[in-house]
C-alpha cells in the first residue's frame, strides 16, 4: 500500500479545548481508505472529542484535518458533512417525531465524488427491524433499534468516512453482531469507518488497525493482533 497517496483523511497536531480545559494534545492520525481504524481508551481520554473536533462539532484550537488533501479545520459541521464525512453520535440524536422513514430521508444527500452510493432498501437489508418499523416514530424505538437508525440516516449520506462513537454501549448481543456486521460490510463497499468502542474484543474484531488515546493524544497504534499480544499497553492504557 501506498500510503501517501492511499491517505484519506489526515488530522495532525490536533488540539481541542473545552472551555479553558485543554483536552486534545496534538493528536495525529491517518485514516486510509478501506480501513477500519478503532479509537479505544479509558473514559476521558479525548477519543469522542477527537470525533467532535474532526466533525466540527468542538472547535479545533489549532491543527489540520484534510480531507483528500481538503484541510476541513474550522468549518462548520454540514460543510464538513458535504465534503463527504458523516458522524454517529453516542446520543443518537433521532428526531423523535419523525418517522423511522422520515429520519432516513433527512439523512440522505449526493455522494461526493468516488463515494458508495446507499439506498434505504440497503438500510433495511442490514437491519430489517427497521422496515418493520418504518411507519413507527423515532421516539418510541428502543435503544437497539435507534441505534440502528442513526447508523443508517448516517450512511444515507454516501459517506467517504464514517465516524462512530460508541455504537454497542448497552445493546443486546444479538443486536451489537448486527452492528459489527453492518460496519465490516460498509467498509468492503469502499467506506472508511473511525470507530469509538469501549468493548475492546468488538474493537479487535472489525478493525483492520487500532489506535489508543491516554491524556488526550494516541499513545499506540498498531495492527489489532499487536494490541492483543501488548500487555504492557493494556495495562498502563486500557486495564480498569
Given at each position: 500500500?501506498?500510503?501517501?497517496?492511499?491517505?484519506?483523511?489526515?488530522?495532525?497536531?490536533?488540539?481541542?479545548?473545552?472551555?479553558?480545559?485543554?483536552?486534545?494534545?496534538?493528536?495525529?492520525?491517518?485514516?486510509?481508505?478501506?480501513?477500519?481504524?478503532?479509537?479505544?481508551?479509558?473514559?476521558?481520554?479525548?477519543?469522542?472529542?477527537?470525533?467532535?473536533?474532526?466533525?466540527?462539532?468542538?472547535?479545533?484550537?489549532?491543527?489540520?484535518?484534510?480531507?483528500?488533501?481538503?484541510?476541513?479545520?474550522?468549518?462548520?459541521?454540514?460543510?464538513?458533512?458535504?465534503?463527504?464525512?458523516?458522524?454517529?453520535?453516542?446520543?443518537?440524536?433521532?428526531?423523535?417525531?419523525?418517522?423511522?422513514?422520515?429520519?432516513?430521508?433527512?439523512?440522505?444527500?449526493?455522494?461526493?465524488?468516488?463515494?458508495?452510493?446507499?439506498?434505504?432498501?440497503?438500510?433495511?437489508?442490514?437491519?430489517?427491524?427497521?422496515?418493520?418499523?418504518?411507519?413507527?416514530?423515532?421516539?418510541?424505538?428502543?435503544?437497539?433499534?435507534?441505534?440502528?437508525?442513526?447508523?443508517?440516516?448516517?450512511?444515507?449520506?454516501?459517506?467517504?468516512?464514517?465516524?462512530?462513537?460508541?455504537?454497542?454501549?448497552?445493546?443486546?448481543?444479538?443486536?451489537?453482531?448486527?452492528?459489527?456486521?453492518?460496519?465490516?460490510?460498509?467498509?468492503s463497499k469502499g467506506v472508511s469507518v473511525i470507530l469509538v468502542e469501549q468493548k475492546l474484543t468488538i474493537a479487535l474484531k472489525v478493525s483492520t488497525r487500532v489506535c489508543v488515546m491516554g491524556h488526550g493524544r494516541i499513545v499506540f497504534e498498531g495492527?489489532?493482533?499487536?494490541?492483543?499480544?501488548?500487555?504492557?499497553?493494556?495495562?498502563?492504557?486500557?486495564?480498569?
Amino acid at each position: 500500500m501506498n500510503e501517501l497517496n492511499d491517505t484519506l483523511l489526515a488530522v495532525e497536531n490536533l488540539h481541542a479545548h473545552y472551555g479553558k480545559s485543554h483536552v486534545l494534545y496534538g493528536v495525529d492520525l491517518q485514516i486510509h481508505r478501506n480501513e477500519v481504524v478503532s479509537l479505544v481508551g479509558r473514559n476521558g481520554a479525548g477519543r469522542s472529542t477527537t470525533m467532535k473536533a474532526i466533525m466540527g462539532l468542538v472547535p479545533p484550537t489549532s491543527g489540520r484535518i484534510c480531507l483528500r488533501g481538503r484541510d476541513l479545520a474550522g468549518s462548520r459541521p454540514y460543510t464538513i458533512c458535504r465534503a463527504g464525512i458523516a458522524y454517529v453520535p453516542e446520543e443518537r440524536e433521532v428526531f423523535a417525531n419523525l418517522t423511522v422513514d422520515e429520519n432516513l430521508q433527512m439523512g440522505e444527500q449526493p455522494p461526493v465524488a468516488g463515494a458508495h452510493r446507499w439506498t434505504v432498501e440497503q438500510m433495511f437489508d442490514y437491519f430489517p427491524r427497521l422496515k418493520e418499523r418504518r411507519n413507527t416514530k423515532a421516539g418510541s424505538l428502543s435503544g437497539g433499534e435507534q441505534q440502528m437508525l442513526t447508523i443508517c440516516r448516517s450512511l444515507l449520506g454516501n459517506p467517504l468516512v464514517m465516524l462512530i462513537d460508541e455504537p454497542t454501549e448497552g445493546l443486546a448481543p444479538k443486536i451489537v453482531v448486527q452492528v459489527g456486521e453492518c460496519i465490516q460490510d460498509m467498509n468492503s463497499k469502499g467506506v472508511s469507518v473511525i470507530l469509538v468502542e469501549q468493548k475492546l474484543t468488538i474493537a479487535l474484531k472489525v478493525s483492520t488497525r487500532v489506535c489508543v488515546m491516554g491524556h488526550g493524544r494516541i499513545v499506540f497504534e498498531g495492527q489489532p493482533e499487536e494490541l492483543a499480544s501488548n500487555e504492557a499497553v493494556v495495562s498502563q492504557w486500557l486495564a480498569v
